[in-house]
């Protein structure tokens, strides 16, 4: 197998000679909310969930649900529904959400008047868009450690994971099985990554690279098979898994707090790992120890994959001045040098655990093929705080969407009778298609073309008998081409 190594240095990554993307596809400003790093996107739906805090801290703040295409708010998630100590719930930190958007995982607190930032808070499971609580307190009102964490939610939504502090404060990545209804756990671990499919989770622990001790050594545990201990690897990092679960791929800088306020630093790298041959077959940057503080010049801080593990995103900040987003660079896998570099002016910045960008807090997702990112946070000055999408490469259709125009949605929702569907392209629908979230084909009909009141609204009947669930609903046009696609609740 041939391995390809590259010695990056800084000024390959600066990449300023390097052709640029990053064309706004759309971004949409709010009003009366102030920055949250909070995002998640669900591709299978092609929705995005974007949080905010509120404005004074005394108002809950609202998560968003967006049309990845176009940019349209389709929803909004009102987060101080639901309560903590009898106070309404307002901040949202973070949110991570199943393929299809119909879980989120969310963690949110309460609001200080006075300075605005969480003092409480609890991570909980959100069933979307029935709204209702399918686990609750899961982490909670933990004296402000709780602040900042990220649970994850795995494609299907069968795995939810959460850090966990032992009773000896040891940190550990808690496992809920929601099918099994039971949970393990992973000592001294952080992170994680699920492929499509759930047989593999992929995370960082404290561990040994080339004998120095180093706090993100990758490892993978088989969800299949969990009497076999994870198995772990020479590398560290953050870790990611390819849709398929064939690929490992590895990004960041390696480090270990030897003891209060003292770290040990390893160089920046990137790697793919084909699991099925147990080999590297791509690599970026040296696994070279790099000493004690100060903090060094590293290369870059983290990586974001395409889900086919053919193309990587690197980015990284000035660590004296964190507002210079000084790496932030596209290869493909398989290539030695970099082939374009986001624009200075761009938002995207690969990390969903925030960062700073050019004014504020953001964070970032991409869709799996990496070609749209799209950033959450205070990017939109002195509007306030907004949510963009930005093209990743120079074939993405670039197309700045009207923010105040009507919002595409389903209604009512949750549905008991008739369910009314107002989207732009209703004109070019011939037939609607009703299935289960499995893709199961429950019900199909004809498109009446503006049978309500309203332009770009039809109204459809569902079947009678039509059991209580979540489904998938969608407008396709005369060539089988999906117009529109909505998720929906019977009750």
Not at 464 to 491: E, F, H
Request: with cysteine.
């Amino acid at each position: 197998m041939i391995v390809f190594l590259l010695i990056v240095t800084q000024n390959i990554l600066s990449g300023q000679s390097l052709p640029e993307v990053g064309n706004t596809m759309w971004e949409i400003a709010y009003e009366g909310t102030r920055d949250s790093p909070a995002i998640a996107y669900a591709p299978d739906q092609d929705l995005i969930f974007a949080g905010t805090y509120p404005a004074t801290g005394e108002v809950g703040g609202e998560i968003y649900v967006v049309r990845g295409s176009t940019g349209t708010v389709i929803d909004t998630i009102l987060i101080g529904l639901w309560s903590i100590n009898g106070k309404p719930l307002t901040n949202i930190e973070s949110i991570s959400c199943s393929s299809d958007g119909s879980l989120l995982c969310i963690c949110a607190g309460n609001g200080n008047s006075e300075s605005g930032r969480s003092v409480g808070g609890k991570v909980f499971v959100l069933e979307y868009p029935s709204r209702r609580i399918v686990i609750d307190s899961i982490i909670y009102n933990d004296e402000g450690s709780w602040k900042g964490v990220r649970g994850f939610i795995s494609p299907t939504g069968r795995y939810v994971v959460v850090p966990f502090w032992s009773v000896t404060s040891v940190s550990m990545l808690r496992v809920i099985d929601r099918q099994s209804d039971t949970s393990f756990y992973l000592a001294n671990s952080r992170y994680g990554d699920f492929d499509d499919n759930e047989r593999y989770l992929a995370f960082s622990t404290i561990g040994e690279v080339n004998k120095y001790p180093v706090s993100n050594q990758v490892a993978i545990v088989d969800l299949s098979n969990l009497s076999k201990p994870p198995k772990r690897y020479n590398e560290y990092g953050t870790p990611s898994l390819s849709s398929n679960g064939r690929f490992l791929m590895i990004g960041g800088f390696g480090a270990y707090p030897a003891e209060y306020s003292r770290y040990h630093y390893h160089a920046s790298r990137a790697t793919v790992t084909d699991l099925e041959t147990d080999s590297i077959i791509w690599a970026l940057g040296e696994k070279k120890y790099l000493g004690v503080d100060p903090f060094p010049k590293l290369d870059f801080m983290g990586c974001t994959w395409s889900e086919d593990a053919s193309k990587v995103f690197l980015y990284g900040i000035d660590l004296e001045d964190v507002s210079d987003w000084s790496t932030r660079s596209f290869y493909r896998v398989g290539d030695t040098v970099s082939n374009s570099r986001m624009c200075d002016s761009c938002h995207y910045c690969g990390t969903v655990s925030g960062g700073r960008g050019q004014d504020g807090l953001i964070g970032s997702v991409a869709n799996p093929q990496l070609t749209i990112g799209y950033t959450n946070g205070g990017i939109i000055r002195p509007i306030g705080a907004g949510l963009t999408a930005e093209a990743l490469s120079h074939t993405t259709s670039t197309t700045v969407s009207n923010l105040l125009e009507s919002h595409d949605l389903t209604f009512p929702n949750p549905v008991k009778g008739d369910l009314h569907i107002r989207c732009i392209h209703v004109s070019t629908a011939t037939h609607w298609i009703l299935t289960s979230i499995n893709g199961e084909r429950i019900a199909e009909g004809l498109v009446v073309n503006n049978p309500t009141q309203y332009d770009n609204e039809i109204a459809i009947t569902l079947p009678p008998n039509l059991a209580i669930g979540v489904y998938n609903v969608r407008l396709i046009d005369s060539r089988l081409t999906s117009q529109c696609s909505y998720v929906v609740m019977k009750q």
